[in-house]
Structures are given as structure tokens and as C-alpha cells.
């Protein structure tokens, strides 16, 4: 019986953005709380959100999916234009998939090389 090896890469990228769509919903409600959209537009994107993230973390790791979810990390950045103190913690979610993607994608060379 012949064993499948999981890509490592793919295991912690989909952990990085699992803890992205609880980021999410900490921006859906300042975004309702600040009154910027309605709330039904609010509910909207949230979801959509939820959508592309889980549509991207099962794609990988596939090389459109590891470009769309640095795309995704660019919009995590651009949320400061909503609330400033959100540039910190998107630097934060930033830097925790960049290390998730780098590190698994450095234990999947030494696991391949078995």
C-alpha cells in the first residue's frame, strides 16, 4: 500500500487563512460599527470573503492558488484604509502567511527528497 504525502505547504496555508476568516469577522463588525456599509453589505462581503478563502486554501498548493492568496494578502493590508489599527494586526496575518508559506514549502523540499 503506497502512501500519499500531503503537502505540508498546503496544511499550514490553509491554517494561516482559516485564522484570516476569524480576522474578517472582526473587521465585518468595526466596519458595521463605523456605519461605513449597511449591514446586509456587510453580511455580503463576509461571506463572499469566506468563499474566495476557503475556494483558495483547497487549491493548495497550486500555483494559482498560492498567487490568489498573496493577492489576498494584499487586500488583508489595504483594510487599513477602513481603520488605521488594522494595519498592524494585517501586518501580523501578512507575516504569518508568508512564514506558513515559506516554512512549508522548505519542509516539503526535505520531505521530497526521501
Do not use: C, H
Not at 503537502?7 to 472582526?26: C, D, H, K, N, P
Not at 483594510?79 to 515559506?102: D, T
Amino acid at each position: 500500500m503506497e502512501v500519499v504525502k500531503k503537502s505540508v505547504m498546503a496544511l499550514v496555508g490553509r491554517m494561516a487563512l482559516g485564522l484570516e476568516i476569524g480576522f474578517l469577522f472582526f473587521v465585518a463588525l468595526v466596519v458595521a460599527g463605523k456605519s461605513i456599509l449597511e449591514w446586509w453589505q456587510v453580511i455580503l462581503l463576509f461571506v463572499l470573503a469566506i468563499i474566495l478563502i476557503v475556494g483558495i486554501a483547497m487549491g493548495l498548493p497550486r500555483t494559482w492558488a498560492v498567487t490568489a492568496a498573496w493577492i489576498v494578502q494584499i487586500g488583508i493590508l489595504a483594510l487599513w484604509y477602513v481603520e488605521p489599527i488594522m494595519a498592524i494586526v494585517g501586518l501580523g496575518f501578512v507575516g504569518l502567511w508568508a512564514y506558513a508559506w515559506y516554512k512549508g514549502r522548505q519542509i516539503d523540499r526535505v520531505n521530497n527528497r526521501d
